[in-house]
């Protein structure tokens, strides 16, 4: 088979996916290069799930408000797969005065970009969620934001590319990048392949930067330990995705009961890193008792498993995209710091349309790699 694609996608995650899903119904060939066995095998299929607006940096939150209006609500007859999609709102919880504060300017700056979002004090939080405990005294309330499966959505997209044409390839680890006459052109892997393509696209999470360095391009990037936990399954309680004020716990029921559950104990950095993520012994107690205070009535509720997974945090918090003016041919799709399954439709199609026509109709400019230039 040639190794030659209009476009080669480095990274099999759902960014990778729904990019050369996009890419392929515009018409262009593609290779996707993922370096594990498995697609998705990162924080793709290890998210909690959410497709929120709110709690969003005013640099991304138009991507990620597109995604919501234009493509999530058809994206499981599109796919053909059930993405589980929800849109019942997400309660973005405060149990402070500081935290009143924090949620206040986080819904002032998403009111400013035109999101439908507002604080609302505790009797009103149990009223749309009546399990919530007498310790939440606030919340935002966005009730255009909800959860999807991530596994599901991520394998459907990969499907569908497949179905289109796409040719995947998993189990090649990309090293190096290649110039010819000054536009990156060639992908090398570690088994010594060699791919080709008019436009390569970096979107292989934590290891973007590894790559990109091979041709001198550095994005601040840096592994960040998420942990989850899933519960056995649960009565029915409700549909609302579920954060807090610092983005310490969050979470949902899912469409078969159990609940998924994320937060963090402050020590992961701390933890012990054999190259394989695994989980510190101190969050998921953490995460549970989080959970007893927020929810008394799941007290009792089994955990099932654990799981943690490295996200490529930004140093400014918000994904890299677009072009690289110093290296033509190349496209960034990295850095999305842990939120980069709610965007991923929106994101991705833009980028799709960007490689395909020169033109996007979300503006990206402030997610643009020269953002971390030094200013004169």
């Not at 000054?182 to 930067?209: C, F, M, P, Q």
């Not at 330990?225 to 004020?245: H, I, K, S, Y």
């Not at 993520?277 to 995460?287: L, Q, S």
Request: aromatic content about 6%; some cysteine.
């Amino acid at each position: 088979m040639s190794n030659t694609a209009d476009v080669v996608i480095i990274g099999g995650g759902i960014i990778g996916c729904a990019t050369a899903y996009y890419l392929r119904k515009l018409g262009s060939s593609v290779i996707v290069l993922e370096g594990s066995d498995h697609i998705g095998n990162g924080g793709s299929s290890r998210n909690g799930g959410g497709v929120r607006q709110s709690g969003r940096d005013p640099r991304e939150l138009p991507l990620v408000m597109y995604g919501i209006q234009k493509l999530w609500p058809t994206l499981s007859e599109e796919l053909e797969v059930d993405c589980e999609y929800h849109q019942d709102g997400n309660l973005r919880l405060g149990k402070t005065e500081k935290h009143r504060e924090i949620l206040q300017g986080l819904t002032d700056r998403a009111v400013a970009c035109g999101l439908d979002v507002k604080v609302i004090d505790g009797e009103e939080v149990r009223e749309i969620n009546p399990y919530l405990s007498e310790e939440v005294i606030c919340a935002s309330w966005c009730p255009t934001d909800g959860h999807a499966n991530p596994l599901t959505t991520t394998l459907g997209y990969y499907k569908m590319a497949r179905r289109l044409g796409v040719r995947f390839i998993t189990g090649e680890k990309v090293v190096k990048l290649m110039t010819v006459k000054g536009k990156v052109r060639k992908v090398i892997t570690a088994a010594g392949d060699e791919y080709e393509g008019e436009t390569v696209v970096i979107a292989a999470g934590l290891e973007s930067r590894e790559i990109l360095g091979t041709i001198g391009v550095d994005v601040p990037l840096q592994k960040s330990l998420l942990e989850c936990l899933v519960t056995e399954a649960q009565p029915r309680m409700f549909d609302q995705m579920l954060g807090t004020a610092e983005a310490d716990f969050y979470g949902h029921q899912t469409k078969h009961g159990s609940f998924v559950f994320g937060g963090s104990s402050g020590m992961e950095r701390y933890n012990k890193d054999n190259g394989t993520p695994v989980n510190n012994a101190k969050t998921a107690p953490c995460i549970c008792r989080g959970i007893m205070k927020y929810f008394p009535s799941l007290a009792d509720a089994k955990i099932v498993r654990t799981w943690a997974g490295w996200m490529d945090a930004c140093y400014d918090g918000v994904p890299v995209l677009g072009t690289v003016e110093e290296a033509p041919g190349l496209i960034l799709e990295c850095g999305f710091t842990g939120h980069g399954f709610g965007i991923a439709p929106g994101c991705t199609e833009q980028i799709a349309k960007l490689i395909v026509t020169g033109k996007t109709d979300i503006d990206l400019s402030a997610l643009h790699y020269n953002r971390f230039k030094a200013k004169i």
